[in-house]
């Protein structure tokens, strides 16, 4: 895109593949950047889930680009038309880069209603149908640093056709167009990026195709779609990710959907990815759970025995981290499920060492309490520490690649904690 | 034991013939310190010094039933002033219960909370869960709705648990009855509460660190809430509560047994009247002479879209605040209304509970504001002037004024405008 801010600069490569860097030239007035690899901020419109202000600004730092959708967004349009100034105005944000997405990553919608000139997103009064008209009059309104294209990638079940997988493909590709055609006679939209979808379900040669073309146009960056967690298998997913990324200009971000699980995002890394949306700690909020797993690679011997991070995680977990397809609900090993009894009077914080709000002023002990008498803080402190944690995951994800320590930090998180008395 | 007493340094000449400062225990858990009367109505702003901070009365006590204040952190309230909490001993000696909450370092240390805590016994959990609970001397039997198991809550065991949970003010176990029943109970539960308060007095383990409040009960009954007084006054307690209230009785029954509590309770002790939250009957209550207040009210209306101000409230979850993008109220300093509007929290409510949380946060803000604009124009001398601006804010015409308010405001000398 002739005149695009967004610059990727890479301080190291690794192997050929994982990238480490900073999207800089962010924001309306390029100001923001972004280390990559790196997560955004997920939010449901604008709002971090369960935070106000107080208790979001608690967490230091914050990413610098939040996430909004048009599933959340879509149905307030006349809103957004009537006041004009922008969504990020409308939610009261503070100063931050503002992408947009399509879909909510954290809310699979139903299948079966994308057409080849609409695609739907469902809001809370029901579905709403848009044309690529629709969709950019949308972005317009928001007024957005940066969205995705309007995309179909309903691809993600395992019963998807060969033909529907390539028509996925020209469809996005044809949107993409369209989209870029409007993009670039809008005065409203001078100055905000563009990133192509690449589509192509798990049939390898529609992902090379998708990501072949899309590279031809005139985008800022690329989003990897029909791949989130519990659509392909993990291995399937590298496969294809690492086959589209050869086709991917360097010197660009490659913005992965729908996968957060931290060894995923590991795997994505290894392979060439680049950004991440920040689900992952919403959904571990809303089953109760805490992020709990570790990913300090420091040499400290006595650092080590401090780690003895206790017990697996209560019930429910499965030995080799295979996700159930249907059901991205369910707990991880990367959590601690703290409605078990045995948090009843365990007075330690949730993470050792954490330094966010929740475990500097609260107790698994309380936390537990507060779960099973279903009282609205727990989301409140779960999210904080959810979130913390996972960003400084990102933090140590990259501080790995800085030190040619990804290997290890991969043993590390997948390890699970029995395996940490060493 | 006894509260301390201090008179303030002002204009009242009464006072300052007094000039009294009676310090009965070396260690007293409760001072209250006059710092203004109003000369026209009953009203009184003062410093209640509790053991965790000193609270600026009129109060109004925002409920924290569980150990929580509804999605709000410790930190979120104390920035809004709040110096003041309720938690529930029925609620939380169920869950976690007394043990776990002792080995937390009481109450405070399990929500870290570092302000005080008021605890009430468990005594209208005896109304608001009738099905669940038979009444006998002994004290209320309940039947668990987590496990069926049968709990006798005696005097003593409420005492214990709120020994336990370490609130800064426990209320004595009462035998309540709504004040919509009427006939010899009345009296039976009127005359059981002296004697429950006395077996509270008794158990109470920390009296050098928490202080046991009395409830005054009676029903509508003047001769009975009068017996009540004349008995528990003289027990030695550092404050007492008008409780038996606030349930569905006629609002002109109800201050009229406001009034008679606080003509008969002492003036250097502190009146909370329980589960009164309503903008109007707060400050009228203020005016016949009560200095705490508690209620659901505010935070649970909040989390159903319900905004309190000072014209009375507004269902944001309604289509008409769409697109609506003032503040809810453009004059309230919250952190609610200083960044967000109308038509953002009306859309968030569909995608978040955050919503919620910003109406909470504004509702506590609204009741706390409201406390100490009452507050000042009290230490000020001017309340009188306040209520007439109030209620004109609040009601479109003077014939909207509802009747009990004015009655019980004339009964203390105001007549509104």
Redesign the interface.
């Known amino acids: 895109m002739s005149g695009s801010r967004m610059k990727l600069e890479l301080t190291r490569v690794v192997q050929g593949r994982s990238r480490l860097g900073v999207l800089k030239g962010l924001g309306k007035t390029g100001q923001h950047s972004l280390e990559v690899p790196g997560c955004l901020l997920y939010t449901?419109?604008g709002?971090?889930?369960?935070?106000?202000?107080?208790?979001l600004h608690?967490l230091s730092p914050l990413p610098c680009v939040t996430q909004v959708n048009l599933s959340?967004i879509a149905?307030?349009r006349?809103?957004l038309e009537?006041?004009k100034d922008g969504f990020r105005k409308?939610?009261?944000l503070h100063d931050t880069v503002l992408y947009c997405s399509l879909h909510d990553p954290a809310a699979p919608c139903p299948t079966g209603y994308t057409t080849n000139k609409t695609v739907s997103v469902w809001?809370?009064?029901g579905r709403i149908e848009l044309t690529v008209a629709k969709f950019m009059a949308l972005q317009k309104t928001v007024q957005a640093d940066w969205y995705q294209s309007m995309a179909d990638g309903e691809t993600w079940q395992n019963t998807t056709s060969r033909k529907r997988v390539r028509k996925s493909v020209d469809r996005t590709l044809a949107h993409l167009d369209e989209c870029l055609l409007v993009h670039q006679s809008s005065q409203e939209l001078k100055g905000v990026e563009v990133f192509g979808v690449v589509e192509g379900g798990d049939i390898l040669e529609e992902r090379i195709r998708s990501a072949r073309e899309t590279a031809k146009r005139p985008v800022a960056g690329f989003c990897l779609d029909g791949l989130q967690t519990g659509s392909v298998d993990q291995a399937l997913r590298i496969q294809l990710t690492s086959a589209v990324i050869k086709e991917l200009p360097e010197y660009k971000p490659r913005l992965m959907q729908g996968v957060g699980r931290p060894d995923e995002v590991l795997d994505c890394v290894d392979a060439g990815v680049d950004l991440f949306e920040g689900f992952f700690p919403f959904q571990v909020t809303e089953r109760g759970c805490a992020l709990s797993f570790n990913f300090d690679i420091s040499p400290d011997p006595e650092r080590a025995v401090l780690d003895l991070n206790e017990e697996d995680p209560a019930g429910g977990t499965q030995e080799n981290g295979d996700v159930n397809l249907e059901d991205q609900t369910q707990m991880t090993h990367f959590e601690i499920n703290l409605k078990d009894t045995r948090y009843?009077?365990d007075?330690r914080p949730l993470v050792n060492g954490c330094g966010c709000?929740c475990c500097r002023?609260?107790?698994r002990?309380?936390l537990?309490?507060?779960l099973?008498?279903n009282?609205?803080?727990a989301?409140?402190?779960l999210m904080i520490h959810n979130t913390a944690h996972y960003h400084s995951f990102f933090g140590a994800l990259r501080e790995a690649l800085a030190n040619d320590k990804l290997d290890l930090l991969t043993r590390r998180v997948l390890g699970g904690r029995s395996k940490q008395k060493e | 034991m006894a509260a301390t007493i201090e008179c303030g340094t002002d204009t009242n000449t009464l006072v300052s013939n007094m000039s009294v400062k009676k310090a009965v225990e070396a260690t007293s858990a409760l001072t209250l310190r006059i710092l203004a009367e109003c000369p026209v109505t009953k009203a009184r702003a003062c410093d209640l010094i509790l053991p965790h901070s000193s609270v600026s009365t009129p109060v109004f006590m925002p409920v924290g039933t569980?150990?929580?204040?509804?999605?709000?952190?410790?930190?979120?309230l104390e920035?809004l002033g709040c110096h003041i909490c309720l938690g529930n001993t029925y609620?939380l000696g169920m869950?976690?219960g007394p043990d776990?909450i002792e080995?937390?370092n009481g109450l405070h240390g399990?929500?870290?909370w570092k302000r005080n805590l008021l605890t009430d016994s468990g005594g209208f959990q005896m109304v608001s869960l009738v099905e669940l609970s038979e009444v006998t001397e002994e004290g209320v039997k309940f039947r668990s709705p987590y496990d069926g198991k049968e709990i006798l809550l005696s005097p003593e065991k409420s005492i214990s648990i709120q020994n336990s949970l370490g609130s800064d003010i426990m209320m004595q176990l009462d035998d309540v009855v709504s004040s919509t029943v009427t006939g010899p109970r009345v009296e039976e539960a009127m005359h059981r509460s002296i004697r429950w308060l006395d077996r509270c007095i008794s158990a109470n383990k920390n009296p050098d660190k928490q202080n046991l409040f009395a409830i005054i009960q009676g029903g509508l009954n003047a001769d009975l809430r009068k017996a009540c007084l004349d008995e528990m006054t003289q027990r030695n307690v550092p404050g007492f509560a008008i409780g038996g209230l606030s349930g569905g009785e006629e609002k002109d029954d109800f201050w009229r047994m406001v009034t008679l509590s606080t003509d008969h309770l002492p003036r250097e002790k502190p009146r909370y009247l329980m589960g009164v939250g309503y903008a109007v009957d707060l400050v009228v209550c203020v005016a016949l002479g009560c200095d705490m207040f508690d209620c659901v009210f505010p935070t649970r209306t909040a989390r159903f879209g319900s905004a309190l101000v000072p014209w009375g409230s507004l269902q944001v979850k309604h289509k008409q605040y769409?697109?609506d993008?003032q503040p809810i109220d453009s004059d309230c300093q919250c952190?609610?209304c200083k960044?967000?509007?109308r038509?953002?929290l009306h859309?968030?409510f569909?995608?978040?509970?955050?919503?919620?949380?910003?109406i909470t946060?504004h509702n506590i803000s609204y009741q706390l504001t409201l406390m100490n604009s009452v507050r000042q124009s009290i230490v000020e001398g001017r309340f009188p002037q306040f209520i007439q601006t109030f209620m004109k804010r609040m009601f479109p015409s003077r014939d909207q004024y509802p009747s009990w308010a004015v009655d019980a405001l004339a009964s203390v000398n105001v007549t509104l405008e």
């Not at chain 1, 709002?47 to 208790?55: R, S």
């Not at chain 2, 569909?350 to 910003?358: E, N």
Request: glycine fraction near 8%; charged fraction near 15%.
């Open positions: 449901h419109l709002t971090v889930p369960h935070l106000t202000q107080d208790t608690t959340n149905e307030h006349d809103v009537e006041f409308f939610a009261g809001g809370s009064g009843q009077d007075f709000y002023n609260h107790k002990a309380y537990h309490h507060l099973v008498t009282e609205l803080l989301g409140v402190l | 569980q150990g929580t204040l509804k999605g709000i952190t410790v930190d979120q920035g609620h869950r976690p776990l080995k937390a399990f929500m870290n769409a697109k993008f952190p609610t960044r967000h509007s038509a953002y859309a968030l569909k995608s978040d509970t955050a919503a919620m949380h910003h946060i």
